[in-house]
């Protein structure tokens, strides 16, 4: 019997657009272990929010999960139809806090009544009092009172909003939940308390995460361990030691990302930024997707693309510098 609740293996996801095929996840690969939150960091647009919704099997028009498998509990889900999906997995096995959740909430509907329909959507045990002493449950975990649940969504405040959708992740008792930047709109007071509140939760309840942040101090904060993505793919993957830690991460890119990051103190013309920008997703480039920015690239990270490889105890890295490749090292 595995530990791991999730494992990911080679999970290609395509967008077909008019303009050409966007290789928006183009295999990735990683496992998550019960109880454990895995942080995914990378640039704007290098597939975190792609990888969320694959996860639930739910690519966004017109995407399309083109190869690979996604274990959850060891029972892979891509090939299910979506019934079984809406009724076996979504929000019962894997839940999703999506990117700016909180400014959806449908504002005709009550809470009670937002709650109420999920708990519908996705079971076959419906019964309105366990759904009512289900909703009271959760809502009450994650710190509201019970009368929350007969507002509408603009009487709340946004940390209250935000606190209703965990409550809405939750509350079908998911082994996974997938939170895609629960934090960034919200002040730094309430920020706290929302991590609070997500680390209490983890605690308590034994559950797995993936978090999904630009904020590396956030994701220092909350994640045991760390995959950077860059265009795409996973360039190291990492426990959150290996990667913040003393030593530093062993990817170019990784480094470049942890300089990037303002700290307290410090002037914006300090900080240092990555030059140039990703590659088109549509024609990526042969070779390294980041040697085009990076200062290391040599000739064969500019014709062969490097793989994951493992560099120490579950820590890998996509990158022939880090790897000590002998062609490499020898040009
Ligand atoms: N529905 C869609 N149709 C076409 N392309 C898409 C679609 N959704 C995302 N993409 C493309 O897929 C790539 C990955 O996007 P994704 O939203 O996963 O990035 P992200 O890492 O979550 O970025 P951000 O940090 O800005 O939220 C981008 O190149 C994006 O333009
Ligand atoms: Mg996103």
Same mark, same amino acid.
């Given at each position: 019997m595995t530990t791991n609740v999730l494992e990911v293996k080679n999970l290609k996801l395509h967008y077909f657009t008019e303009q050409g095929v966007?290789?928006? &996840?183009d295999g990735i690969s990683f496992e998550i272990a019960r109880g454990e939150t895995l942080g995914l960091v990378g640039? /704007?647009?290098?597939g975190k929010t792609t990888t969320g919704v694959a996860l639930l099997n739910m690519p966004s @028009?017109?995407?399309? !999960?083109?190869e690979g498998q996604i274990l959850i509990d060891g029972i +892979? !889900?891509?090939?299910?139809n979506s019934r079984q999906l809406r009724r076996e997995?979504?929000? /019962?096995k894997i839940a999703m806090v999506f990117q700016g959740a909180m400014n959806c =909430?449908?504002?005709?509907? *009550?809470i009670r009544q937002l709650m109420d329909e999920t708990y519908r959507e996705h *079971? +076959?045990?419906? *019964?309105k009092e366990d759904a009512n002493a289900s909703m009271l449950k959760y809502v009450n975990m994650v710190g &509201?009172? +019970? $009368? !929350? =649940? +007969?507002?509408?969504? $603009?009487? &709340? /405040?946004g940390g209250m909003k935000q606190r209703v959708v965990i409550a809405m992740a939750l509350f079908l008792e998911p082994s996974l939940i997938i939170m895609d930047e @629960? *934090?960034?709109? =919200?002040?730094v007071i309430v920020q706290a308390q929302i991590l609070n509140l997500i680390k209490g939760l983890k605690k308590n309840l034994g559950l797995s995460y993936i978090f999904i942040t630009h904020d590396l101090a956030t994701e220092a904060e909350v994640a045991d361990r760390i995959m950077v993505m860059y265009a795409g793919k996973a360039v190291e993957l990492g426990s959150n030691e290996q990667i913040?830690? =003393?030593?530093? @991460?062993? $990817?170019p890119y990784t480094a470049k990302l942890l300089a990037a990051t303002p700290r307290l103190h410090?002037?914006?013309?300090?900080l240092a930024f990555i030059p140039g920008s990703p590659p088109d997703l549509i024609d990526p480039p042969v070779g390294c997707r980041f040697a085009p920015r990076? @200062?290391?690239?040599?000739a064969k990270c500019l014709q062969v693309e490097p793989t994951m490889t493992e560099v120490g105890p579950r820590h890998q890295v996509a990158c022939w510098k880090a790897i000590k490749d002998s062609d490499y090292e020898r040009q």
């Amino acid at each position: 019997m595995t530990t791991n609740v999730l494992e990911v293996k080679n999970l290609k996801l395509h967008y077909f657009t008019e303009q050409g095929v966007v290789r928006a &996840l183009d295999g990735i690969s990683f496992e998550i272990a019960r109880g454990e939150t895995l942080g995914l960091v990378g640039e /704007s647009g290098c597939g975190k929010t792609t990888t969320g919704v694959a996860l639930l099997n739910m690519p966004s @028009p017109p995407g399309r !999960i083109v190869e690979g498998q996604i274990l959850i509990d060891g029972i +892979d !889900i891509v090939g299910m139809n979506s019934r079984q999906l809406r009724r076996e997995v979504r929000w /019962s096995k894997i839940a999703m806090v999506f990117q700016g959740a909180m400014n959806c =909430l449908t504002p005709v509907y *009550t809470i009670r009544q937002l709650m109420d329909e999920t708990y519908r959507e996705h *079971t +076959d045990k419906y *019964t309105k009092e366990d759904a009512n002493a289900s909703m009271l449950k959760y809502v009450n975990m994650v710190g &509201l009172p +019970d $009368h !929350i =649940l +007969d507002r509408y969504p $603009h009487e &709340l /405040s946004g940390g209250m909003k935000q606190r209703v959708v965990i409550a809405m992740a939750l509350f079908l008792e998911p082994s996974l939940i997938i939170m895609d930047e @629960p *934090t960034t709109a =919200l002040d730094v007071i309430v920020q706290a308390q929302i991590l609070n509140l997500i680390k209490g939760l983890k605690k308590n309840l034994g559950l797995s995460y993936i978090f999904i942040t630009h904020d590396l101090a956030t994701e220092a904060e909350v994640a045991d361990r760390i995959m950077v993505m860059y265009a795409g793919k996973a360039v190291e993957l990492g426990s959150n030691e290996q990667i913040f830690g =003393l030593q530093g @991460p062993m $990817h170019p890119y990784t480094a470049k990302l942890l300089a990037a990051t303002p700290r307290l103190h410090q002037k914006v013309d300090e900080l240092a930024f990555i030059p140039g920008s990703p590659p088109d997703l549509i024609d990526p480039p042969v070779g390294c997707r980041f040697a085009p920015r990076c @200062p290391f690239a040599k000739a064969k990270c500019l014709q062969v693309e490097p793989t994951m490889t493992e560099v120490g105890p579950r820590h890998q890295v996509a990158c022939w510098k880090a790897i000590k490749d002998s062609d490499y090292e020898r040009q």
